[in-house]
């Protein structure tokens, strides 16, 4: 009400103004002063222009209104605004790394990043620590999950659990295994048949909580995983109580991607180097890899090998050089003397596949017991390896 009032006050100060111009002008008219008229009365009217502003501006200054410095102020202010909230959605827009960059750029983030807080130590790397300073070997058999059934896989993980195995590596049945031989192809179809899921696997292992106390590292594919979704995987597998991931046919690009999901979940992803694998590249994965390196012993795919390529032990040496992580070897190791071989390149763990699968499928065969043959070839892996 009191601006209406004041800038009402200013326009009738202003008209009367303009009124006295023109009366000037009429005046100067009467006058005789014609030819100097015109001019006058456009200096009046100039003058009462001048004069109207000004009116104006004391009136609000007179009345406690902004003055024309604070309006400058206030337009500042909202140009301000307008900028910040613009630079906020360009802010909100970027990835957390890169707004983490540019807050520790600008100084207003001073604490360190959350990759130089030193992380818990994950059961993986509990157990392979414990078994350095006891200076063994980590046996780690490898299973197919369903084969011949989920009952089977059950009893089969507590007796490798009973005698001597350190982690274990669960397979997860896929319809096409590229990175298997055919022992663990046909171990994946016998399973697929007796209608193995997933989801299946993950029950199956959350009900050994309390009982199964080794890491387990589940062994699958891209696809299964990228069907379930990265996130919803790796929260259910480690819900179940699984310790990390081995993911074969997942590059390195992908893995690193990967790696963080699973980190977050709290599983270690477990990434794979064979013999074929540049050196900047190995050095990378090994870099990468979390819990244990995954050293493939040959060129090919998983199967039972009399012998192992010497160059092995030249890779397990090449490896040691480039970080601290564990190194397990894995592929074509069949019994006792391999393992023992492995060990003595200076390999941390040493991973049976092929040849357990061929023992189970034997016991199955013969109507035996699954879990206790499994049980009577881990330990002889064991007695080799702590010979």
């Known amino acids: 009400m009191t601006n209406g009032m004041t800038n009402g006050k200013a326009l009738l100060l202003a008209l009367a103004v303009l009124a006295l111009g023109g009366a000037g002008y009429g005046l100067f008219q009467l006058g005789g002063f014609g030819e100097f008229s015109s001019g006058i009365a456009s200096a009046c009217l100039l003058m009462a222009l001048v004069l109207a502003w000004t009116a104006s501006y004391l009136f609000r200054v007179v009345s406690g209104q902004m003055t024309f410095i604070q309006q400058r102020r206030q337009y500042r202010q909202a140009y301000d605004a307008f900028t910040t909230e613009a630079l906020q959605r360009k802010f909100d827009a970027l990835s957390p790394e ?34 350095r300073q006891q200076g063994r070997c980590a046996l780690m058999p490898f299973l197919m999950a369903g084969d011949p059934d989920l009952a089977a896989t059950r009893a089969c993980l507590l007796a490798l659990q009973a005698n001597g195995a350190d982690l274990v590596e669960l397979g997860i049945p896929y319809s096409d295994p590229l990175a298997d031989g055919p022992v663990i192809q046909a171990a994946a179809s016998r399973a697929l048949k007796a209608r193995t899921t997933p989801a299946g696997v993950l029950e199956m292992l959350s009900s050994l909580k ?51 999901i699973a980190a977050a979940a709290g599983l270690d992803l477990v990434l794979l180097v064979a013999p074929t694998t540049p050196a900047e590249r190995m050095g990378r994965i090994h870099q990468a890899s979390r819990g244990f390196t995954y050293l493939v012993s040959v060129t090919g795919v998983t199967g039972v090998r009399t012998n192992l390529e010497s160059r092995v032990g030249d890779l397990v040496g090449q490896l040691k050089t480039l970080g601290d992580t564990p190194i397990a070897v894995g592929f074509g190791i069949s019994g006792p003397e391999q393992a023992r071989q492995v060990r003595d390149w200076g390999a941390d763990g040493a991973i049976v596949g092929s040849a357990l699968v061929k023992v189970m499928e034997a016991a199955h065969g013969q109507q035996g017991d699954v879990a206790a043959a499994a049980g009577r070839f881990c330990a002889e892996l064991r007695a080799g390896l702590d010979a």
């Open 98 to 131: 890169e707004q983490e960059r540019l807050l520790r750029e600008s100084g207003q983030l001073t604490t360190p990043p959350l990759d130089a807080v030193p992380a818990a130590p994950t059961p993986i790397e509990l157990r392979f620590s414990a078994l």
């Open 210 to 260: 309390g009982e199964l106390t080794m890491p387990v590292v589940l062994f699958t594919y891209s696809n299964p995983l990228l069907n379930r979704g990265m996130e919803a995987f790796c929260a259910a597998a480690a819900a179940a109580g699984a310790a990390g991931l081995v993911v074969p046919d997942l590059p390195l690009e992908e893995a690193e991607k990967l790696s963080a």
